[in-house]
């Protein structure tokens, strides 16, 4: 992928790059010989408000190779601040992209994160979507901290060229962080609830409602009590926040604030 400038917001650098470019990359990297790690970090406005809060999620998120916009809350205040992407790179999609990219190519995946009976699915449908894929291996998301070697172990020895990690923030960004240089795995990617609707347990909103911004709204109807105070709370912290740099830019023409 041609090397672009990026654009940054509250402390994080977003990749401005299409869909398309964004999953070359990612396949380059697991074509190496070499089996370095890369972190791609899917981004939104709850990332970014947490970002504020936890320093090691920051620092996480900060250590990334690649930082694309999961969410358009992050797009539309990108075109505000006068530094746009172009356009909305979810985690499930670009998931979705490497997986189909990764059956061509006979690549091996791994997957962590989950119930048991979510990854169960996943793995089949793996199966009957993408048939040259390899599926090196599965673990749901259910383990304590002192279980996390003897993972980081098994996924090493299967040596997969990516590792999907289906599990929720600020827990997904750490782990692989902390533990990247241990896996060896070329592409390493935290896709939050994207295995639940892959693997049909959960609904996803409609392409319009995805289109149009929405699908926050979408899931906030789907999963009320779990979303509703998350949402309340991020959303205002977060239109406060960008109004904050827009001022500081745009209007004072200074530096924008730090993430903090």
Same mark, same amino acid.
């Given at each position: ?6 654009? &940054? ?5 977003? @990749?401005?790059? =299409? ?10 990297? *697991? /074509?190496?010989?070499?089996? /370095? #790690? $890369? ?13 504020? $809060?936890?320093?090691?999620? =920051? ?13 358009? #809350?992050?797009? +539309?205040?990108? /075109?505000?601040?006068? /530094?746009?992407?172009?356009? =909305? ?15 061509? @190519? ?14 169960? &699915? ?53 782990? *692989?962080?902390? $533990? ?35 699908? +926050? ?40 604030? $730090?993430?903090?």
């Amino acid at each position: 992928m041609a090397r672009v400038d990026r654009a &940054a917001l509250l402390g994080l650098d977003f @990749e401005r790059s =299409r869909m398309p470019a964004v999953v070359e990359q990612c396949l380059d990297w *697991c /074509r190496q010989a070499r089996r /370095r #790690s $890369h972190i791609v970090i899917t981004a939104n406005a709850s990332h970014l408000c947490m970002m504020r $809060h936890d320093v090691v999620l =920051r620092e996480a998120c900060q250590g990334g190779d690649m930082s694309v916009a999961d969410g358009m #809350s992050v797009v +539309w205040a990108l /075109r505000a601040l006068g /530094r746009p992407v172009p356009e =909305r790179v979810a985690g499930i999609d670009l998931m979705t992209n490497l997986l189909e990219a990764g059956g061509r @190519e006979h690549m091996k995946v791994y997957f962590l994160g989950a119930r048991q009976e979510v990854i169960d &699915a996943l793995v089949r449908i793996c199966a009957e979507r993408y048939p040259g894929l390899v599926v090196a291996g599965s673990r749901n998301g259910y383990f304590k901290s002192a279980e996390s070697e003897k993972i980081v172990s098994e996924i090493r020895a299967c040596e997969p060229h990516m590792l999907f990690v289906g599990m929720p923030s600020p827990f997904k960004e750490t782990w *692989c962080q902390t $533990h990247r240089e241990r896996l060896a795995v070329p592409l390493i990617i935290g896709v939050g609830g994207s295995f639940d609707v892959i693997a049909g347990y959960v609904q996803r909103a409609p392409r319009i409602v995805q289109r149009i911004g929405f699908e +926050w709204a979408w899931r906030l109807m789907m999963e009320p009590r779990k979303l509703w105070k998350r949402y309340a709370t991020t959303n205002t912290e977060f239109m406060w926040l960008v109004a904050r740099e827009f001022v500081t830019r745009r209007i004072w023409g200074g530096p924008a604030p $730090h993430a903090r």
